[in-house]
């Protein structure tokens, strides 16, 4: 299994950014798929999850970021918009079943990518 993700980079605080993650070697249908990050000197925090039964994100990312996949194209996407200075962080995609909201609940994870929010 492998995740590749992309997106990242250098954004203003206001300012929107678009994660993808794009899977191979699983049945990417049957998957739960999630976004974590990881700031400098904190532990890893789930960001948002999308599986079977719905979409749910973490309280401090609700109406800003929408999570969405492509089950076509193996790929999830993160939609981040008003973007503060604390979401800079290290994104990671996650897969795994039946998933959930700690990192430990993951087996697959893609290599992370840097999101920086400047004032």
């Known amino acids: 299994v492998q995740l590749q993700a992309s997106g990242g980079g250098l954004v203003q605080a206001g300012g929107s950014l678009r994660l993808s993650c794009t899977a191979s070697g699983l049945t990417f249908s049957s998957y739960s798929m999630s976004w974590f990050r990881q700031a400098p000197g904190k532990e890893r925090e789930f960001v948002a999850t999308?599986?079977?039964?719905?979409?749910y994100y973490a309280d401090s990312v609700k109406g800003r970021f929408t999570m969405s996949r492509d089950n076509a194209k193996n790929t999830v996407y993160l939609q981040m918009n008003s973007l503060k200075i604390e979401d800079t962080a290290v994104y990671y995609c996650?897969?795994?079943?039946?998933?959930?909201?700690?990192?430990?609940?993951?087996?697959?994870w893609g290599q992370g990518t840097q999101v920086t929010v400047s004032s």
């Open positions: 999308i599986n079977w039964s719905g979409t």
């Open positions: 996650a897969a795994d079943r039946p998933g959930g909201s700690r990192p430990l609940e993951y087996d697959y």
